[in-house]
């Protein structure tokens, strides 16, 4: 491996740490465009409102499109400049009475004695195929006859600029059922196309979508 590739991938490792997000989150007004998921509004759009966790939130896009439909919503990141920032937006959007803040590391998350009617986490990637483990735990957060949404980028040739250990933590959905807890039940197990907008056009990649129901009460 030569020593700029080695400086490549530690800097894409980073990546994946606190720190490069602060930093982030801190050099531009909007990082994101600021619009819920599609794949929450397809799954959480007629459902009742109660109460709901966002798992590496970011800016907060999706924390407040659901406050907005009802739903009292936790938002948790890893990211104190994320989680700032998402406060800020509740607050330009009115839903600030609505919404809680957790900072926390998806990879050491523990539900404890919390527990939610919807659990989603959208785009959040860990290394080395972590996200079994990230299931896992954010299924321990999931209420009796509560959801899980767990979404990602699929692995495709639209991603090849980013680096190896970004590739790696790409998934398909099915390789995430191994962290579905007993009494849970797989409801939607696929890859949806979805259009992303870059600065030389709109191109199709895949979402990896998990949505899982938990059964036991």
Not at 42 to 67: F, H, M
Not at 148 to 170: D, I, N, Q, W, Y
Request: glycine letters at 10%.
């Amino acid at each position: 491996m030569s020593g700029h590739h080695q400086h490549g991938e530690q800097a894409a490792t980073e990546m994946f740490e606190p720190a490069a997000w602060d930093e982030r989150y801190a050099g531009q007004e909007r990082f994101w465009s600021g619009e819920p998921n599609p794949q929450l509004v397809a799954a959480a759009g007629e459902l009742i409102p109660g109460t709901a966790l966002d798992v590496g939130c970011g800016e907060g896009g999706d924390v407040v499109w659901l406050a907005e439909q009802g739903w009292r919503v936790t938002g948790a990141d890893f990211s104190a400049e994320g989680l700032a920032r998402a406060a800020r937006h509740a607050e330009q959007a009115g839903v600030a009475d609505r919404v809680d803040w957790w900072q926390v590391d998806a990879r050491t998350f523990a539900a404890d004695d919390r527990s939610y009617d919807l659990v989603t986490s959208h785009y959040l990637h860990a290394p080395d195929g972590g996200m079994v483990d990230v299931t896992r735990r954010l299924a321990g957060a999931v209420a009796p006859g509560g959801l899980l949404l767990v979404v990602g980028h699929a692995p495709s040739h639209e991603f090849t600029h980013l680096s190896e250990s970004h590739r790696k933590a790409m998934f398909l959905a099915a390789e995430l059922l191994p962290g579905l807890p007993d009494g849970f039940e797989p409801v939607v197990v696929e890859q949806r196309t979805r259009t992303l907008k870059r600065d030389t056009g709109p191109v199709e990649a895949e979402d990896s979508v998990l949505l899982a129901r938990r059964t036991e009460r």
